[in-house]
């Protein structure tokens, strides 16, 4: 079928906008193949030029509908990383100061949560919106979390399944054309996207996420929408929780005013977005501005506001029971040091296959630590929560040489490594 665009990329050739549409158009009515498995392996092989992964991107998009909104809406992602609930800070931050934002989720790829999951563990908490139920929460609240749905962008789900089947999770061409054509679907004019890198990541190395946020800046500026790309390490993670209902948890903490890395990772992010929309404020200006909505509860009952619009149980969230763990036991460390490795990779592999195993959202891991902080002997440096005596048994030695100590002393690391704007 794709014969001749597989020899045409064997000659090192560009494929036409028109030639990437057909491959789309087939895959809308025949699903994955042969054909599609063959055509796609030609582009792993062989590359993509930018403007190929642009014209992928496009034909993605249109796909299925392509939303539009009378106001700028601001769309947020991030490529994956273990103990990250920045978006779950951010949303209602935004939508608290006037900002239509909106949230499209999913699951994850591997060895990490993905939004979907952390939204999950609101009890009732809605995310299959159709059109009319988008545009009715954004007006309600500013802010709408939604999953992808068969209207919006359906070729990434086809896409998304080719890539697990065939080993191309980390092909940057095609990672970059899911993230992009569904925020382009989504009717985004200003987005901001988390590219994470290292151990703890789906792209395991600074040069490839700097590749990857090119290439998102790349498809932006030709689109029209105004972009910020920020290259993030996932040498640790941004806030103390790891699993579904922890990390919701973390992010509840910041709303209501804690102060933490992961608050000051947040507000750097809004400070960035609002940026691109709003010239008028300086950072001094916009970071007294989210203060006073996080310390006086604004983003707090935005979020409260936005659960209830989605057919979540606010009352869970107000009477603290999104976290109900049923066991735990505390770590210490077995000697004084500084803090010097935390293995986030294996403990958010192990919180993931436990929480799959018993589908449940309560189990995982609780950090105390930061890399660079200097621990005495006896201080817990992480707690784990879980449900069965056996995995407990079965994991303990792991979970026990998660955090490594060192005599030397380290600095504390800033995760923020990088900023296209």
Do not use: W
């Not at 061409?173 to 703890?200: H, P, R």
């Not at 929408?225 to 973390?250: C, H, K, P």
Request: glycine share 6%; aromatic share 8%; proline share 2%.
């Amino acid at each position: 079928m794709f014969k001749d665009l597989i020899i045409k990329k064997a000659n090192k050739k560009e494929l036409s906008r028109e030639e990437y549409y057909q491959i789309i158009n087939y895959l809308m009515k025949s699903g994955i193949d042969k054909n599609i498995i063959e055509i796609f392996l030609a582009l792993d092989s062989f590359g993509m030029s930018e403007r190929e992964v642009l014209n992928l991107t496009l034909a993605m998009r249109d796909s299925g509908k392509v939303l539009s909104f009378d106001q700028p809406i601001i769309e947020k992602h991030s490529t994956g990383g273990v103990g990250d609930s920045s978006s779950i800070v951010l949303i209602p931050l935004l939508a608290s100061l006037g900002y239509k934002v909106i949230k499209s989720t999913s699951k994850s790829f591997v060895f990490t949560n993905g939004g979907l999951d952390r939204f999950g563990a609101i009890p009732n908490f809605r995310v299959n919106l159709d059109d009319k139920e988008i545009k009715s929460t954004l007006e309600d609240t500013n802010a709408c979390i939604l999953s992808h749905t068969a209207d919006i962008c359906p070729a990434d789900k086809l896409l998304f399944k080719l890539r697990e089947m065939c080993g191309l999770e980390n092909n940057l061409d095609l990672l970059a054309s899911s993230i992009a054509s569904k925020k382009l679907a989504s009717g985004a004019k200003v987005v901001m996207v988390d590219v994470k890198y290292g151990v703890a990541s789906l792209i395991k190395n600074y040069k490839d996420a700097n590749r990857l946020a090119h290439l998102l800046k790349y498809i932006f500026n030709e689109c029209g929408v105004q972009s910020v790309i920020i290259i993030t390490s996932t040498l640790q993670t941004f806030g103390d929780g790891i699993g579904n209902a922890i990390e919701l948890n973390d992010a509840i903490k910041v709303l209501k005013g804690e102060h933490c890395m992961l608050r000051d990772i947040v507000k750097k992010y809004a400070v960035e977005i609002i940026k691109k929309i709003d010239s008028r404020l300086n950072d001094m200006e916009l970071n007294e501005l989210i203060d006073v909505a996080l310390d006086y509860g604004n983003a707090y009952q935005r979020f409260l506001d936005i659960v209830r619009d989605q057919d979540g149980d606010d009352n869970a969230v107000k009477q603290n029971q999104i976290f109900n763990p049923y066991k735990s036991v505390n770590f210490v460390a077995k000697r004084s040091g500084y803090v010097g490795n935390i293995d986030s990779l294996l403990l958010g592999e192990l919180t993931r296959r436990l929480c799959s195993e018993t589908h449940d959202n309560n189990i995982g891991v609780t950090l105390n630590v930061k890399i660079g902080d200097f621990v005495n002997k006896g201080d817990r440096i992480l707690t784990f929560y879980y449900k069965d005596d056996s995995d407990l048994k079965d994991n303990a030695n792991a979970i026990s040489g998660c955090v490594r100590l060192t005599d030397v002393k380290i600095p504390h690391i800033n995760p923020i490594k990088k900023i296209l704007r």
